[in-house]
């Protein structure tokens, strides 16, 4: 990967690994980890820039192999703008979720890690002062989830279902995460201390997308304390009809691995019960992906086929 400008690159070691950093130095009172595979985090990355408190915060960003050197220059040119020490780091292969989250990890310099996707923003201008204050009134490891929103979202219309499908099961606020704290842990906004991170890693056997953070998340909570309190970013990264349907489709291993491993939590879940029911209907996998895409039919309508159709699918697994 080629970099303009008299940029401070230098090489890990590994040729599959290069890095850039913007030489700024300074005491940092958490590490900020975005990984990003495909999505820019130019626009969060100007966003953090401007919050109060980013200069008490080191900046780390993983590419997990988008190939993308126009994406690479604007993640390079925007980390040199930010206050306190940042690094981009970049993949030449793409490896999943949980490598990257985990090459972030070992990068990180402070105990205390805050994990925001690359399609996020934060909402206010608080994001990092609560967390900052958190750290000084958390006297032990632990886990703090912020939750996301759609508060600066503006769905086009082939993105209305997932809008419809985030704000029913994501958006949720602190007190309904709280009451099963492991399942409702999105790591696209959480605030996580090292010791956690170090005993619970995030499984590098979930491939591609889906639920290697609940995964995580349900493990976490057998072991250390989460906290969910509201301190929300958008996800602006809403899918169109096709791709939320493929992920939904295509995630059936993943959702298998996680049955496995968590049997009781999973029997608490009705997607795990509607899919053992509807395991002889095979027809209905055709049926609901085509009412799900249907964009005529009222989102309702169209948000349950989505359901069933990930349920149905999901049974081949389970």
């Not at 980890?33 to 130019?42: A, G």
């Amino acid at each position: 990967m080629i970099y303009s400008g008299n940029l401070p690159t230098f090489d890990t070691g590994r040729g599959d690994i290069r890095v850039i950093a913007n030489a700024h130095e300074g005491p940092a009172r958490l590490s900020i980890c975005i990984p990003t595979f495909r999505d820019d985090p130019s626009e969060l990355i100007r966003r953090l820039t401007a919050l109060p408190g980013a200069r008490d915060c080191e900046l780390l960003i993983y590419d997990d192999g988008s190939d993308d050197p126009d994406m690479s220059l604007r993640i390079a040119a925007a980390i040199m703008n930010y206050p306190g020490p940042a690094q981009f780091i970049a993949a030449a292969r793409n490896s999943g979720r949980s490598t990257a989250r985990n090459m972030l990890v070992s990068a990180a310099s402070r105990d205390w890690v805050l994990f925001i996707d690359a399609d996020m923003l934060p909402d206010d201008a608080g994001y990092l002062s609560r967390y900052l204050d958190f750290i000084e009134a958390q006297a032990s490891p632990a886990v703090i989830a912020g939750g996301f929103s759609l508060k600066q979202a503006q769905p086009g219309r082939l993105q209305r279902l997932h809008a419809a499908q985030a704000r029913q099961s994501d958006c949720l606020p602190a007190t309904r995460r709280a009451s099963d704290p492991g399942r409702y842990v999105f790591t696209s906004n959480i605030l996580v201390h090292r010791q956690v991170l170090s005993g619970i890693p995030f499984d590098e056997q979930y491939k591609g997308w889906g639920w290697e953070d609940v995964d995580w998340g349900l493990r976490v909570a057998s072991v250390f304390p989460i906290h969910h309190i509201d301190n929300t970013a958008t996800h602006l990264g809403l899918d169109s009809d096709k791709i939320l349907v493929r992920k939904f489709a295509g995630s059936g291993a993943n959702y298998a691995r996680l049955v496995h491993r968590h049997p009781v939590a999973a029997a608490r879940m009705s997607l795990t019960r509607v899919a053992r029911r509807v395991r002889h209907w095979p027809f209905l996998a055709g049926i609901s992906r085509a009412v799900a895409l249907q964009t005529l039919l009222p989102v309702p309508v169209r948000l349950f086929a989505l359901k069933l159709h990930r349920a149905r699918m999901y049974a081949d697994h389970i």
